[in-house]
């Protein structure tokens, strides 16, 4: 069982910055590929970026390509997401996910929502305009 904890959400501006932090227990991440995802007011949940632990291979959604960074910290067993020149549409809930990785997985399936097993609660990201 993989517990796991998002922090780092908040209110910013239009074009400020925030980085989001993706701590687990129960369990190393190094069998994982581990993702963001958000949701906001009224929409499906969507895919924002994912990582595959053990080789540090990043995958990100179109609409956050160059101002969205995904990366991990080893030592700490937690992922991130920095943010950058953040607009009001990037307001939504952030949510960190875990699912179980191994040789020969589909790269699509990082970005499908239902193919991962473990979810955080929740930070709540607020852009203004």
């Known amino acids: 069982q993989v517990q796991l904890v998002e922090s780092g959400g908040g209110l910013v501006q239009a074009g400020g910055s925030l980085r989001l932090s993706c701590a687990a227990s129960?369990?190393?991440?190094?069998?994982?590929?581990v993702g963001w995802f958000r949701q906001a007011p009224g929409k499906e949940r969507e895919f924002v970026a994912a990582?595959?632990?053990?080789?540090?291979?990043?995958y990100s959604a179109d609409s956050v390509k160059g101002r969205f960074t995904i990366s991990r910290d080893n030592a700490k067993n937690t992922m991130y997401l920095q943010m950058n020149t953040l607009k009001p549409e990037d307001t939504a809930v952030y949510y960190c996910?875990?699912?179980?990785?191994?040789?020969?997985?589909?790269?699509?399936?990082?970005?499908?929502?239902?193919?991962?097993?473990?979810w955080g609660q929740g930070t709540q990201v607020t852009v203004s305009s």
């Open positions: 996910a875990a699912s179980l990785y191994y040789s020969g997985r589909s790269d699509y399936t990082f970005r499908t929502r239902s193919r991962y097993d473990y």
């Open positions: 129960g369990r190393t991440f190094g069998r994982y590929v």
């Open positions: 990582i595959v632990w053990s080789s540090g291979v990043t």
